[in-house]
């Protein structure tokens, strides 16, 4: 979901008689995007410490972290640490802000608590079985009534179908949860002749150079059974068992290969979804793996690289529970020997087996790498489903954030393997992203400058790097329509001006932007304030109380988050706040 804020004309207010005139303007409005400087690349790193006991280790600090890109040492530019102390230390109650009615109703109610919490429940029903799926979704039902009222849930599925939006209604989402059912394209209750499963497929396109059965082990099974299901003679028929496997592994592969992109392709339209609520994100996704081959593997990083600029945790659960091998005797597994009178159906069987394992094995390391890379947990080979989602709906206990900007980085698309470890002599277990993909194109420092405004106008976090101060107010017209006026006054003591042709430049940026009771964006207005302003005029503003710019917004009763950022174009600096109000 991509964000337009729309650009409206502004109302500035200043402490005084007004600046404004036609042969020397001071402050004026326009609707034209701001310049800003360019800022480099920057790869951020969630890294997650723990130490023997498996327990969140939180005191760390940026000097006791080593970070290497390919090999080489980087300079950690950007550090921060997100506890879940810290996010609850700020949970009970929304900062107070300045709310008034311009004509005050009877009994005032106090403002709102807000949603500051966003989980989404990811359920692959492309790849769970009709079992599985109803195990993990009972476990998610059931979970469900451990949410506080401040905490706000969406289903989402990979198929697209039976989904609901974030929201506190837990009769719908349980409505929801209800109406899953699988939606597979490469599993049916038809056996296929001969039967190959997406890992097998991938393992016979991998060796497609290889004619010679006795180095081509999968082909070797699909060939077997082909012979079998089909009745074919292997003497007279081993021809056409090869091209008939070949062409089943061809066809199994594409759609192996489909589906799992499909779940990519949904996860990140997710996650721009989640970049738009403002409080913690995170995902649950519950699955039984899926497998990326070579050419997936830059889908999967640039998902990763997503969710971690979007501040969306990925958790992840094997819905398979409990994984056991069957049994199978290893010395089985050669099948070298093409008497196929020779061949039992059991050593066939082992085979198979191993491929299963080895297919769990590959499914549950994509899993694995979504939670790892996002600083998020992998629930897996656990059958208590219940507490997994528990577990790991919860807000992560300690993420560390480490961000460098890569040197002489190359617009090329090429992978870069990442390691992080500590300078500290602790047994801890780190776990942390592999990697990244080299960009293919610089950005753009004007689209970068407004991806960071925007980023802000969609977090929780206070920014002070300007002071401001936040006031709303509101007219009801009418029972069901009323005028929401955001009032933003910026003390201008710390604008970094710049001198030019005798007077003080800089441009301000303001956003303000109201969400629902849900947390959903109801509308942003972006106002621009560029200010040349004389020696005396800079004076008088700055000893006094600044600048005032209001926003309005026509908006029917009910609770409203408001959230407002200002950033200079000069400094670069940028200052955010969030207020909440309630219209009866």
Same mark, same amino acid.
């Given at each position: 979901m991509r964000l337009a804020l729309p650009v409206g004309l502004l109302l500035v207010s200043l402490s005084g008689p007004s600046l404004l005139n036609a042969q020397t303007p001071e402050m004026v409005s326009r609707d034209q995007p701001a310049t800003f $400087? +360019? *800022?480099v690349n920057v790869v951020m790193v969630p890294v997650v410490v723990r130490d023997q006991q498996g327990r969140a280790v939180t005191n760390l600090r940026k000097e006791d972290f080593e970070l290497f890109d390919q090999g080489k040492p980087q300079i950690i530019t950007k550090f921060s640490v997100?506890? +879940?102390a810290g996010r609850s230390a700020r949970e009970p109650q929304e900062p107070s802000v300045d709310s008034s009615p311009l004509e005050t109703p009877v009994g005032q109610p106090a403002p709102p608590l807000l949603p500051d919490r966003y989980v989404a429940y990811f359920f692959d029903d492309t790849h769970l079985e009709f079992g599985d799926l109803v195990r993990v979704r009972d476990a998610a039902a059931r979970s469900i009534a451990d949410l506080r009222p401040t905490d706000r849930v969406g289903i989402f599925t990979s198929s697209g179908q039976n989904t609901v939006d974030f929201t506190d209604d *837990? +009769? /719908?989402?349980r409505e929801a949860l209800a109406r899953l059912r699988p939606r597979s394209m490469t599993q049916n209750s038809i056996r296929e002749c001969p039967d190959i499963s997406i890992y097998q497929a !991938? #393992? &016979? #396109?991998? /060796?497609?150079?290889? =004619? =010679? @059965?006795?180095?081509?082990?999968? %082909? %070797?099974v699909a060939v077997y059974d082909a012979l079998g299901c089909l009745h074919l003679d292997p003497q007279r028929d081993l021809s056409t068992a090869i091209s008939i496997s070949r062409s089943m592994a061809q066809k199994q592969a594409m759609l192996g290969e489909h589906e799992s992109r499909g779940?990519? &392709?949904v996860l990140k339209d997710l996650i721009r979804r989640m970049t738009v609520l403002p409080g913690d994100r995170s995902i649950v996704l519950a699955s039984p793996g899926f497998l990326a081959s070579d050419d997936l593997l830059p889908e999967e990083f640039d998902l990763i690289d997503h969710a971690i600029h979007a501040s969306v945790v990925i958790n992840s659960l094997d819905a398979r529970g409990l994984w056991t091998d069957h049994d199978h005797d290893i010395d089985e597994r050669p099948l070298t020997d093409l008497h196929w009178d020779l061949i039992s159906a059991a050593t066939v069987s082992a085979e198979r087996t191993i491929y299963e394992h080895d297919s769990h094995v590959a499914a549950s390391s994509v899993l694995a790498n979504l939670a790892v890379g996002t600083g998020g947990s992998f629930f897996q080979n656990r059958n208590d489903l219940s507490a997994g989602f528990h577990l790991l709906a919860a807000s992560p206990e300690c993420v560390y954030m480490i961000g460098f900007s890569p040197e002489n980085l190359k617009t090329d698309g090429h992978f870069h393997g990442l390691k992080v470890q500590l300078r500290t002599g602790a047994k801890y277990s780190l776990q942390a992203r592999k990697g990244y993909y080299a960009p293919r194109r610089l950005s753009d420092p004007v689209e970068q400058a407004a991806q960071e405004i925007r980023d802000a106008v969609f977090s929780r976090d206070d920014l002070n790097d300007l002071p401001f101060a936040l006031h709303t107010q509101f007219f009801k017209s009418s029972e069901t329509a009323a005028t929401l006026t955001v009032v933003a006054r910026v003390d201008l003591k710390r604008v970094p001006f710049r001198k030019a042709e005798g007077r003080n430049r800089d441009d301000l940026t303001v956003v303000s932007g109201i969400f629902d009771n849900n947390g959903n964006l109801v509308a942003a207005i972006e106002k621009r304030v560029e200010m *040349? @302003?004389? =020696?005396q005029t800079l004076d008088r503003l700055q000893s006094q109380s600044g600048v005032t710019v209001k926003t309005s917004f026509d908006v029917a009763p009910g609770r409203y988050a408001v959230r407002v950022?200002? /950033? =200079? +174009?000069? !400094?670069? $600096?940028?200052a955010a706040q969030t207020g909440a109000v309630d219209i009866p």
């Open positions: $400087k +360019a *800022r997100e506890t +879940a *837990r +009769a /719908r989402l !991938g #393992e &016979i #396109e991998r /060796r497609s150079d290889l =004619d =010679d @059965l006795t180095h081509n082990e999968p %082909l %070797l779940a990519f &392709i *040349r @302003l004389l =020696d950022v200002v /950033r =200079d +174009a000069e !400094g670069q $600096k940028m």
